[in-house]
């Protein structure tokens, strides 16, 4: 079986690769999906992540959580935990500064931090994925450790994954620890995994 690291390498080689049309196509492709979800209809506190590394871009699903009055929250790497999210409202004002990894998040605020399992769905970033749901990620392990109540016994937000088609494969390498994701949303396709009881 092919290393993570090498799908990793692989499949973030592959979507960047997608031209700035196919970016934009793909995006509101999968808009067109999430918004006639009837789970996603009845969310009320949406955690996602803005965009990063050509991965598929969340911006025009968070305008429309706003203008459909979902209050949508971003990851923040804990400051004394930092193997930790910590999830903060994200509003159109809110200002943002970029983390260790370069990805923007907003500043801390203890007034806007939402309680983890207090999440209705937690969309989650991904470099591949596979047929049964397997997700890999970016090598940290974040949603992982955040998800776990969710492998143990299907408690807590649910996760639902976003990616573009090209990060599909057959079979990816897994860990014990890696959380399989309950769906999965790509611009032409939705799946729904059996792993969910
Ligand atoms: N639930 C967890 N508890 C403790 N450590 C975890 C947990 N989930 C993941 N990790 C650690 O995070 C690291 C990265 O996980 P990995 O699955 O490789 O990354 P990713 O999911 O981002 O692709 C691993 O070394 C693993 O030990
Ligand atoms: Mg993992």
Redesign the pocket.
Known sequence: MIS?TTI?LDMRRARNALSPFQQQNNAAQLLNRLQKNPRILRAKKIALSLTHDAEIDTLPFIHWCWENGKKVYLPVIHPFSP?HLLFLEYQRHTPLQLNRYRIAEPQLNVLTICPFSQLDIVFTP??AFDKQGR???????????ML?PW?KNKTGPYPIGLAHDCQRIDTLPT?P???PQAEIFTPSAHYQFNNVS
């Open positions: 993570a990793r193997k991904l470099v997700r890999l990620g970016m090598g940290g392990g974040f949603y992982d450790r776990s492998l860990n620890w890696d959380v």
